[in-house]
C-alpha cells in the first residue's frame, strides 16, 4: 500500500500557483461561505435575547435548515470550482451552485462514507483511517463523473489503492498548510484554503488518472 502514484510537493505547488493567480475570486467565494455557515448562528444567538411568538421561532428554524442545504451545495461548489481550475478551466463565482442537481446523492454517499469509517474507528483505530483514506474522493467523482452514491465509494476505494500512506502524508502536510495560514492570525487561512484545496482536487485528478485493478 505504499506504491507512490503522486507528489505531495507538486500537489501543494500546484495549489500555490493557482490561489496567487486568482486570489481575490477565493477571497470572494471563501468570505460568502463563511457568511453561509455563521449568519444562522448569529440569528439563533439574537433570538435567544428576544421573546419571539412561537410561528415566528418556527420561521427562524425552517431558514435555518435552508441555509444548512445551501452549506451542503456550497460545499459541492467548491469542489468543482477546484476540479475546473486542475483541468485549465476558468470557473465562476455562479458555480458553487452549479452541482445542487447532484445534493441527494452527495448527502446520501455522505451518509454511507460515515457509517463506515465509524465503524472502522470503532473495531480498531487503523481500519477507521484506511477506510477515510480509500473511499474519501467519493464526493469528487459524484461532482466530476455523476457517480451514484455506492459506485462513487468503489471508485474510490480501487482509485486510491496503492497509495493508502503517500495519502496519509498528505494529509499530515495539509493540515500543517492550514495550521499555518491558522497561526498567522488567521488571515493565512485566505491563502492556505484554496491551496489545499485545489492540492487535493489535483491528487483526484492524478489518481483517477492511473490504472487500478
Request: cysteine-free.
Amino acid at each position: 500500500m505504499s506504491k507512490q502514484k503522486f507528489s505531495k510537493k507538486e500537489a501543494i505547488r500546484v495549489g500555490w500557483n493557482i490561489m496567487k493567480n486568482n486570489f481575490w475570486f477565493f477571497v470572494g467565494i471563501l468570505f460568502f461561505t463563511l457568511l453561509v455557515a455563521y449568519l444562522p448562528g448569529l440569528v439563533f444567538d439574537a433570538m435567544e435575547k428576544i421573546d419571539l411568538p412561537t410561528i415566528t421561532t418556527v420561521f427562524f428554524i425552517i431558514i435555518a435548515v435552508v441555509f444548512w442545504v445551501v452549506q451542503i451545495i456550497i460545499s459541492m461548489g467548491l469542489i468543482h470550482i477546484s476540479i475546473k481550475f486542475i483541468k485549465s478551466e476558468k470557473p465562476v463565482f455562479s458555480d458553487l451552485f452549479a452541482k445542487a442537481n447532484k445534493i441527494i446523492d452527495y448527502v446520501a454517499s455522505s451518509i454511507v462514507y460515515s457509517i463506515i469509517v465509524t465503524i472502522g474507528f470503532i473495531l480498531l483505530i487503523a481500519p477507521g483511517v484506511i477506510f477515510m483514506i480509500r473511499f474519501q474522493f467519493y464526493q469528487y467523482l459524484i461532482i466530476e463523473k455523476n457517480k451514484g452514491p455506492i459506485e462513487a465509494l468503489k471508485i474510490s476505494w480501487r482509485m486510491t489503492k496503492g497509495s493508502v500512506w503517500n495519502l496519509i502524508l498528505f494529509w499530515i502536510l495539509v493540515m500543517l498548510v492550514n495550521i499555518a495560514g491558522a497561526i498567522a492570525l488567521g488571515i493565512g487561512l485566505l491563502a492556505s484554503i484554496p491551496v489545499t484545496m485545489i492540492a487535493m482536487a489535483w491528487v483526484y485528478k492524478k489518481l483517477d488518472a492511473v490504472p487500478n485493478a
